[in-house]
């Protein structure tokens, strides 16, 4: 449980420490990075794969042609969910990119009615108050926050997405990389735009964008291990690790704003994460408490 921990902890905190990874390459366009995170990512799962001899599972792909449709809709959010991300990153909304993933766990409350789940009233509580504090900072702000919207609500339809996947951690994001690579593969191609800040005379920053790969699959493959050994109380406890270090970077590095209506309107969403996450705490203990009785 202790290497479990370690594991997922330290994804979440990779997560969180990736905008200092991506101010690096600010003058790329964010469609070149996604490009080459795509790209490299497959280099590194194959080499994986390759020296695993890990094939089994294509025999599993072949006879069940379904797979590779839910992995096209999971790919595509991801890609969604990447692009809004470096976007936002790259000019100056770190701490609305922020708000997506503190978000991110209530929305997968919600999605899981359409997998026949039913909320309790504390569910409800928390997410009215978070509902509350999108509100206000709609209101306040004179628009909507899509940035944070659209962030939570692909990465909660992806992890609802590979929920339910017939393949592992390493397996899926290998075909859901393979199936972007197309895309990927033709805008680096275009001329004036996917090469034109890689593998030219700026060499630092084609080394960057190289390691976009193992950048984007190493924590995803350590979260993988990790929430396989610990219980998901805990993982939802540890996944506000990313988005607190994003939220300092953004006010305290990088100066964004952060005062007046946009504190309140955190405050309701902290507030409704906080109702969220006692109540799953305290149902996990008095669930280990009668297991054990």
């Known amino acids: 449980m202790l290497r479990g921990v370690i594991a997922a902890a330290s994804a979440f905190t990779l997560w ?36 695993r001899r890990q094939w089994d599972w294509l025999a599993l792909v072949r006879a069940q042609p379904r797979i590779i449709f839910t992995f096209a809709t999971s790919a595509l959010m991801v890609a969604t969910n990447w692009v809004v991300y470096i976007w936002s990153v790259n000019h100056d909304h770190i701490v609305d990119a922020s708000l997506g993933y503190f978000i991110t766990p209530l929305f997968n409350v919600l999605f899981g009615i359409g997998l026949g789940e039913r909320l309790r009233l504390t ?35 992806y992890g609802l997405l590979r929920k339910t ?12 990389t393979m199936l972007l690579l197309p895309a ?21 920053i084609s080394l960057l964008l190289m390691a976009a790969g193992p950048v984007t699959a190493i924590p995803l493959l350590m979260f993988a291990y990790g929430a396989r050994r610990i219980p998901l109380s805990l993982v939802g406890l540890l996944q506000y690790i990313g988005p607190s270090i994003q939220l300092l970077l953004g006010v305290w590095l990088y100066h964004e704003p952060f005062a007046g209506a946009k504190l309140i309107g955190f405050a309701m969403i902290w507030l409704g994460l906080a109702v969220y996450s006692g109540e799953a705490l305290l149902r996990g203990w008095r669930v280990r408490i009668n297991t054990a009785d």
Request: hydrophobic content about 60%; some cysteine; charged content about 5%.
């Open 16 to 51: 969180g420490v990736f905008p200092l990874y991506l101010r690096l390459l600010q003058q790329a366009p964010s469609l070149e990075i996604l490009s080459h995170r795509v790209l490299w990512a497959v280099v590194l799962l194959m080499s994986l794969l390759a020296m």
């Open 123 to 157: 569910q409800w509580v928390a997410v009215g108050l978070a509902a509350c504090g999108v509100l206000w900072l709609t209101v306040s702000e004179g628009s909507v926050p899509w940035i944070g919207l659209v962030i939570a609500v692909t990465f909660s339809l």
């Open 165 to 176: 996947a017939a393949l592992g951690a390493l397996e899926g994001l290998s075909v859901e």
């Open 184 to 204: 990927a593969g033709l805008f680096l191609l275009l001329p004036d735009a996917g090469s034109s800040h890689a593998f030219g005379s700026n060499i630092p």
